[in-house]
């Protein structure tokens, strides 16, 4: 059982004094160990309690002067009905655990308090002033990346304007490399290349990510070095496999060999220089056999068909897969980025669409630092929550502590909420 977890003991009644007399000698029994017959997990609901903000009031006896001790307790929303741990709870509900605002409404009803989601949306908005400017800094910070993977998900956005009160917005994610490790997200009123050209405004280095036609454009614009994706790449054969079977699986083992060069890399921990090396010695010869084999499947392929297009798009961007042969840090594949788009997809099924572009802006810079949380294992209610309280008491709090690779949680003071303990089995799950 976790150690980290509050244990309650369970005993049995103690028997009384005739029952505790031993049979053979008539004198009482006296205990002399206790042991764990069985453990077992409980559970028991969150609760909500309330904070009353008291002023103390000192009066002189004789002249009746008067003198107020208010308590000094920063307030991250000034009057406001909710402390940085319930706000906390909201956001990491909403932006980690897929809950959308209307289900937290009906699960604080279950606990016996009425808060709108309305009055919750105005908490996020609040919020998310106070922390931009981190967003911000991390901004900065991932524009320094040698290597930057991006991917994009379209969201519907609510729009009296356009038919059916419907546009499509779009969420892009932004992964910085090892150096920088920081997830930034960023939210665009449409698709067009303008999003992310704007947003990675003077960076040149290693961008990857799919053949988006918006991506190669940037690259070639800004001069970034665009590394394609081979997971792209095997997803059109394994498409195609039930039209051509014995020709895509052959293409699947090659590729398994290709994927298997990078995962006995990553085993044994080789340093950049090593990795590049080890592709040189072994993935480059590959490559030339798969590159021979797509030119003869291209005379005799339909043109039209899965398997085709599955060839038609391997030659097309013959130049942009190969690149990852360019630098020892660079993966073959472009998974990272794309599994934090699961942020987006997972959440999209629970509130189906953002009630305006104001609602997107604000969820980019939430999500941001839940993902940089997930990526580096900190507990993210009780990281927001000491990012709330110090922001509060002090706007000008150097940033850089608060980055959440480098966040340490202060010692709990016996006015501090009780924190989270970390979860060391989120690694493993990660």
């Known amino acids: 059982m976790p150690v980290w977890l509050e244990h309650v003991p369970i005993t049995g009644p103690k028997p009384d004094d005739e029952a505790l007399r031993c049979e053979c000698c008539s004198v009482p029994r006296a205990k002399v160990s206790e042991v764990i017959s069985n453990s077992r997990l409980e559970f028991k609901p969150a609760s909500l309690f309330v904070e009353d903000f008291i002023n103390m009031v000192f009066s002189c006896p004789n002249c009746g002067d008067t003198m107020i001790v208010r308590p000094d307790v920063p307030e991250s929303i000034l009057k406001s009905t ?29 606990l016996g308090v009425h808060i709108p989601r309305s009055t919750m949306c105005g908490w996020l908005g609040a919020l998310v002033v106070m922390v931009r400017p981190l967003y911000d800094y991390m901004k900065d910070l991932l524009l320094l990346s040698l290597i930057i993977a991006s991917d994009d998900t379209p969201v519907k956005v609510q729009d009296r304007k356009h038919p ?14 090892d150096a920088h490790p920081v997830n930034l997200f960023a939210y665009t009123a449409g698709r067009a290349r303008a999003g992310p050209k704007t947003f990675l405004a003077g960076w040149r280095g290693y961008l990857q990510g799919d053949c988006f036609s918006g991506n190669l454009a940037l690259c070639t614009e800004t001069g ?13 054969f394994i498409k195609a496999l039930p039209n051509n079977k014995s020709a895509c699986e052959e293409m699947l083992q090659m590729l398994q060999e290709l994927f298997k060069i990078e ?5 044994l921990e080789l340093s950049a220089n090593d990795a590049k090396l080890m592709r040189e010695q072994e993935a480059v010869p590959l490559l030339a056999k798969i590159k021979s ?36 840090e660079l993966r073959i594949d472009n ?29 980019e810079v939430l999500m941001s630092l839940m993902s940089t949380c997930k990526r580096h294992n900190v507990e993210p209610w009780s990281y927001l929550l000491d990012v709330i309280k110090r922001l509060t008491k002090n706007p000008n709090t150097n940033l850089e502590e608060l980055l959440p690779y480098n966040w340490k949680p202060k010692a709990d003071s016996p006015n501090e909420l009780p924190r989270r303990p970390s979860l060391p089995l989120l690694a493993a799950a990660n």
């Open 82 to 110: 909710a402390g940085p741990g319930l706000q906390s709870e909201v956001v990491v509900s909403k932006y980690e655990d897929h809950m959308p605002l209307h289900r937290q409404e009906q699960r604080f009803a279950r």
């Open 164 to 177: 059916k009160n419907i546009k499509q917005g779009n969420f892009w994610i932004f992964r910085g490399d």
């Open 224 to 236: 970034a070095v665009h590394v394609a994706c081979w997971a792209h790449a095997r997803r059109y």
């Open 263 to 267: 995962s006995d890399a990553r085993q």
């Open 293 to 328: 084999w797509l030119d003869q499947q291209h005379l005799v392929a339909l043109p039209n068909s899965s398997f085709g297009k599955a060839i038609k798009y391997c030659l097309n961007n013959w130049k942009e897969l190969n690149n990852y042969l360019l630098h020892g």
């Open 335 to 363: 998974n990272l980025a794309e599994q934090e788009m699961k942020r987006v997809a997972i959440s999209r099924k629970n509130w189906l669409f953002l009630g305006s572009d104001n609602g997107g802006e604000q969820a």
